[in-house]
Structures are given as C-alpha cells and as structure tokens.
C-alpha cells in the first residue's frame, strides 16, 4: 500500500423513524424491530483521509473536523468508538486517521445527524477496510457490513445505508432482516409510498433535556419495557402489512401510535424526559383538524423532541405547503421548517 494518504469520501442521508427504535439489549441491539423513511437532502459529508504510520501503535490515532473546525469533543467520542471496533477492524490501529465531516441541515432541527453522520463514518471505514485488506465486497455484503458497523455507532444510523424504507432488527415478517444490521424494504415500483415528502417543523432548536443514548438506558427499568415490546412487534406487522397494500390510511395512524408512545415512554421515564412542547401539541391539533376538513393523505411522526414532521404525499403538495404556511408556521421558531421526501441512500462521492 502507498505511503501517501489515501482519501474517501460519502455522502449519507438522515433518517425519520415510523417504528421507533427504543431500548436496547446486549450490544447495541435493539429490543423491538423498527422501520423509518430514508430522507433525501438532510445529509451529512464525511472524508477519511488515512496514512500508514511509521510504527504499528496500540491505540487510535485520529483528528477529528466537523465544518473545518478540529471538534475535540466528537473527536474522543469517534476515538472511543474505533478503539472498541478494533476488535473488528484490527487494521485502524496502522493508520493516522483524518475525519472531515458536515452537515447540510442546522443543529437540533429535528433530524438526527447521528445517523447520517456515523452512516458515513462506517461507510468510509468499510472502504477503507476493503482498500488495506484488498479484498471487494459484493455490493450486498458491503452496505450491510456498513450497517453493521453504523449500528455500533448509533443503531438508527444502520437504517441510514439504504434508500428507501428500511427496517431493523429481525423479524419473522422481513426475509434476511437481523438485530445486527438494516434490511431494505422494497416497494413496488407503482406504490404512492415512493413520493412521501417529510415537512420538519421547527418548534425548538434548542439543545433537548434528554439525549438518545440516555433514553434508551431508561428503558433499561422501565415500567413499560415489556408491554413496549409486545406494542412495538404488533405496529412493526400491521406496518409491513400496510405498506404492502399501500394502504395509507394504517400507515398514518400507525406511525402517529408510534411517536405518541415514544413521548408516552419518555414522560414515565425516570427521571421524566418530558420533550413535547406547547407548540408541538398545537401543530398536532391543527393537523388532525385540517386532515379531517380535507380528507388529505397525511400524518405527524416525531422524533425524541420537540419538532414534528409532517408526513404526505406528492399529489397534496400544493395544499399542504400553504396549509403550514397559513396556519402552522406561527408555531414554528422564527417559522423555521425544512422541506425533505424520501430518497435513495448513501452516495460515495
Ligand atoms: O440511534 P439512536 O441511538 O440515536 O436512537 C434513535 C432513537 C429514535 O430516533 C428516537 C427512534 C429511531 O428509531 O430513530
């Protein structure tokens, strides 16, 4: 291998859940199967740039830059992660690593930039690792080993390395669907599921009270944990059923079960994760309202926040857009909302 740097770049979307992962189990598995829309321009951009070092080292080296800026907070959480990934990519220990990393969408919006973020780390750390040990994955076996090792990172972040729907965690209902990695979940080519757009409403973007990584320890003792479970598999069949008969209206009232469930088990957390908002509850409200006035195709999901995405399809665009702007965007920070539809994964670029 030359001495010279060596430099990859990926392009990898976030993504909004319909089937919430949350809790887990043994190594970052996850205690109930999810599934989630793959997003288009919500994304962030990763280079690893690596060169071999002079002598073989124990530890890590690595510097980490997130929008031209050495992040040194991210840089010791990246740091801690490959150090336990050595175990699987023995060969990261050989090499200075260089991170550049950003994201196209603000801070705190309502978009998970873990997902996109460690989706992009892992898809550059398989490239790489097929670059040192100089062995070709077929494209199958590469993307689920990038979910794979995206998973470790954060498990939403294994659903990111495909377009589309996705789902994690096995299932008796999704051919070669596994806890350890994604699976795609294919649509027919005519379904409306193919032109859903995601509308986030910006109630608040301000850093949230409860991180994701201390939600899911929660569950850990959770009153709940059980019958989350049994709640979780039975709206993960009927979901997979619905999108299969295209039938919108299941998938809507599923996906708002969903998110209302996820706030329910953070709001009986202890301590409490209380992360609805006022505004978040108006924007509901004013949805069901106006769903109910016009009969349209659409539904709310929320993210472990405050912010609402309003899901819909292509054909109610027009009505919908000056429906938020008429009457939801007063709820809204300073109006803020950001405009995204499915899309079809990571790009290496
Ligand atoms: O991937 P994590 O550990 O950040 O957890 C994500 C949890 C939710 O975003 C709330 C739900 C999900 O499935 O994406």
Redesign the pocket.
């Known amino acids: 291998m030359s001495e010279d740097a060596i430099n990859i770049c990926w392009r990898a979307p976030s993504?909004i859940?319909l089937i919430?992962?949350?809790g887990k189990k043994d190594h970052q598995l996850p205690i109930n199967s999810?599934l989630?829309i793959t997003l288009e321009s919500s994304s962030t951009t990763t280079s690893l740039s690596f060169r071999k070092r002079s002598t073989k080292g124990k530890k890590i080296h690595l510097k980490y830059y997130f929008h031209d800026q050495q992040h040194l907070i991210f840089e010791e959480k990246i740091e801690r992660l490959l150090d336990d990934l050595c175990a699987e990519m023995p060969f990261l220990t050989d090499f200075e690593l260089d991170f550049h990393s950003s994201n196209n969408f603000p801070h705190s919006t309502g978009i998970?930039s873990?997902?996109s973020s460690m989706c992009t780390l892992a898809l550059c750390l398989v490239s790489m690792e097929e670059l040192v040990s100089r062995k070709k994955l077929t494209e199958d076996d590469f993307f689920r080993r990038a979910s794979f090792i995206a998973r470790l990172g954060?498990?939403?972040?294994s659903r990111s390395v495909f377009g589309g729907i996705v789902t994690w965690g096995y299932s008796p209902f999704i051919s070669h669907s596994s806890d350890e990695y994604a699976t795609p979940f294919p649509i027919q080519k005519e379904s409306r599921l193919n032109q859903l757009w995601d509308l986030i409403l910006i109630v608040s973007t301000k850093e949230k009270a409860v991180t994701?990584?201390s939600?899911?320890l929660m569950m850990n003792d959770h009153p709940y944990r059980e019958g989350r479970k049994i709640q979780a598999e039975s709206n993960f069949r009927r979901m997979v059923e619905a999108i299969g008969e295209d039938d919108f209206q299941t998938i809507a009232a599923i996906a708002e079960n969903e998110a209302l469930s996820?706030h329910a088990l953070l709001m009986t957390s202890s301590p409490d994760g209380l992360l609805l908002q006022s505004n978040t509850l108006h924007l509901i409200e004013e949805i069901k309202r106006f769903r109910t006035g016009t009969g349209l195709e659409l539904f709310f999901t929320i993210?472990?926040g405050p912010n609402l995405h309003l899901i819909y399809l292509e054909e109610h665009r027009e009505r919908v857009l000056s429906f938020v702007k008429n009457s939801l965007l007063r709820f809204c920070e300073d109006g803020q909302w950001i405009d995204d539809k499915i899309g079809s994964g990571p790009v290496r670029l």
Request: charged share 10%.
């Open positions: 993504n859940a919430k992962y949350w999810s989630s998970a873990s997902a954060s498990g939403s972040a994701s990584t939600g899911h996820l993210d472990a």
